[in-house]
């Protein structure tokens, strides 16, 4: 399991801001601060609640998520992070969607390994 935080460009469909994102691969799904969401897009309705555990042991039922595209080195990538109101981070980028856009961790380093990212994603 590891962490890495980046600041990059988060768009929605009400505005664009560079936000601090965590890069959590203990984390399955990537995860949006509710307020956060609503700031950026209209969050939709998911077709049946998803109970997530968080970091302290804590069940919480996620009821809503939404679409955003993080830049990536100048690539525009798709996510759709559940809603959960409390987080430590506006956003929190899952292993999930590490895996399916080819992003790895280089903790040694402290930073994103983007040597296989190539801006799609993998069909998985």
Same mark, same amino acid.
């Given at each position: 399991? +590891?962490?890495? !935080? /980046?600041?990059?460009?988060?768009?929605?469909?009400?505005? /664009? /801001? !560079?936000?601090?994102?965590? *890069?959590?691969? +203990?984390?399955? =799904?990537?995860?949006? @601060?509710?307020?956060? #969401?609503?700031?950026?897009?209209?969050? =939709? &309705?998911?077709? #049946?609640?998803?109970? %997530?555990? %968080?970091? &302290?042991?804590? @069940?919480?039922?996620?009821? *809503? $998520?939404? &679409?955003?595209?993080?830049?990536? /080195?100048?690539? &525009?990538?798709?996510?759709?992070?559940?809603?959960?109101?409390?987080?430590?981070?506006?956003?929190? *980028?899952?292993?999930?969607?590490m895996e #399916? $856009?080819?992003?790895?961790?280089?903790? #040694? !380093? =402290?930073?994103?390994?983007l040597s296989? *990212? =190539?801006? $799609?994603?993998?069909?998985?």
């Amino acid at each position: 399991m +590891g962490i890495i !935080r /980046e600041v990059l460009l988060v768009k929605g469909e009400k505005k /664009e /801001e !560079r936000l601090t994102i965590l *890069f959590d691969s +203990g984390s399955a =799904r990537s995860l949006i @601060k509710s307020k956060t #969401a609503e700031d950026f897009t209209i969050p =939709r &309705n998911l077709p #049946a609640p998803i109970e %997530v555990t %968080v970091a &302290n042991g804590q @069940k919480v039922n996620c009821n *809503f $998520y939404c &679409n955003l595209v993080v830049e990536i /080195e100048g690539k &525009n990538i798709v996510i759709q992070p559940l809603l959960i109101d409390d987080l430590p981070v506006p956003l929190v *980028f899952g292993a999930l969607d590490m895996e #399916a $856009y080819m992003i790895k961790l280089d903790l #040694a !380093r =402290r930073k994103l390994d983007l040597s296989e *990212f =190539r801006g $799609y994603m993998l069909a998985i």
